[in-house]
């Protein structure tokens, strides 16, 4: 059993408990401790034959035997009892994923934002870990908390990029997470989308606006012309905040029809799409994006972790932008 399986398995088990509001706490230590596992990758077999589970970082007693009986059998009673107790759709057959395929994230952000590290530091984190590209999508101005980028700000940004794309092997490119207002419409003008090379438009404020009013905000914004991906589709964050509701197969299948792929954001506090909307939105006809929507060099590790969704939804490598080559990728954002 290597780390990564067991942080997926991990992963998996902290996001069904925070649907359970008694166990909100337990689901946070089993994101925690599958973070840790995906970010050091420690020798499970030798730490559990040592019986030294418990050694690594956020890992108790209880989390220590579902380690144990993962290196030994393969599998989780408790994990497998949480999706039969759930409901889950077993799906994981119909997908290939396989994290050694994934070739970059299309969504994170810097100190230009909300980001907690440079883009240097983010850049360097995204070439340690392989990948062949790295999408900068630091917000918009309307969310202004985090001091969005306008216009000025981008070609500002955009000079430091090409400064940092020298001292790099990883891809940049220059993008943003443009906020969808509550008519629709983008957080910046369409001329300065045009020449970002990706376009993540989110939902972000105001997600309990009735649903036919957020079905046509959602539309609309599934139907902009510079618009690459839908970014955390419903803005939900699993035991704390309901996302929105809107009529997903509409706006999935208008997705679809304008090849605007819908994101999987493997933030555990998110998990947005779940695997179950995942799925519908892969049966609309719908290619994807899997983010870690890092906001510093650590949080790239959940990719790994949450990987496992894409998975249970059912989604072949295929239908994902991530696991394209650059120039592929470039092809499909180029729109
Ligand atoms: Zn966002
Ligand atoms: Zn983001």
Redesign the pocket.
């Known amino acids: 059993m290597d780390a990564i399986t067991a942080a997926q398995t991990l992963s998996e088990i902290g996001y069904l408990l925070r649907q359970q509001e008694k166990e909100r706490f337990r689901a946070k230590a089993f994101s925690a401790a599958a973070w840790t596992l995906a970010l050091e990758r420690p020798d499970l077999e030798a730490l559990a034959s040592a019986g030294q589970l418990t050694s690594i970082d956020g890992v108790g007693e209880g989390i220590a035997r579902v380690l144990k009986e993962l290196v030994e059998t393969g599998q989780s009673r408790y994990l497998n009892r949480l999706r039969e107790e759930m409901q889950q759709p077993a799906r994981a057959d119909e997908s290939n994923l396989d994290l050694v395929d994934y070739r970059g994230d299309v ?3 810097t100190g230009w934002s909300d980001g907690r590290a440079t883009m240097q530091q983010m850049a360097e984190a995204a070439q340690a870990l392989g990948y062949d590209y790295l999408g900068v ?1 630091d ?1 918009s101005p309307r969310i202004t908390v985090v001091h969005g980028l306008d216009a000025e700000k981008l070609v500002a940004q955009s000079r430091e990029m090409s400064e940092v794309q020298r001292n790099v092997d990883v891809k940049l490119l220059q993008g943003i ?1 443009v906020d969808i207002l509550e008519d629709g419409s983008l957080d910046l003008p369409d001329a300065v989308l045009e020449i970002l090379d990706v376009v ?1 438009a ?1 939902p972000h404020v105001k997600l309990r606006q009735e649903p036919a009013a957020m079905t046509q905000r959602m539309l609309r914004a599934a139907a902009h012309p510079h618009v690459d991906v839908i ?2 589709p419903t803005g939900r964050r699993p035991g704390a905040r309901e996302g929105a509701t809107y009529d997903f197969e509409a706006v999935f299948k208008e997705a679809a029809r304008n090849h605007v792929a819908v994101e999987i ?1 493997c933030d555990p506090a998110r998990m947005d799409l779940s695997p179950e909307m995942a799925r519908l939105a892969l049966e609309c006809g719908c290619n994807f994006t899997v983010d870690a ?1 890092a ?1 510093a060099p650590a949080e790239f590790a959940y990719v790994p972790m949450a990987l496992w969704m894409a998975r249970r939804a059912g989604i072949p490598k295929e239908r994902i932008l991530n696991f394209l080559p650059l120039d592929e990728l470039t092809m499909a954002l180029e729109k």
Do not use: L, Q, V
């Open positions: 969504h994170s952000h999508t917000h997470e993540i989110s970014g955390h954001d929507d906001h």
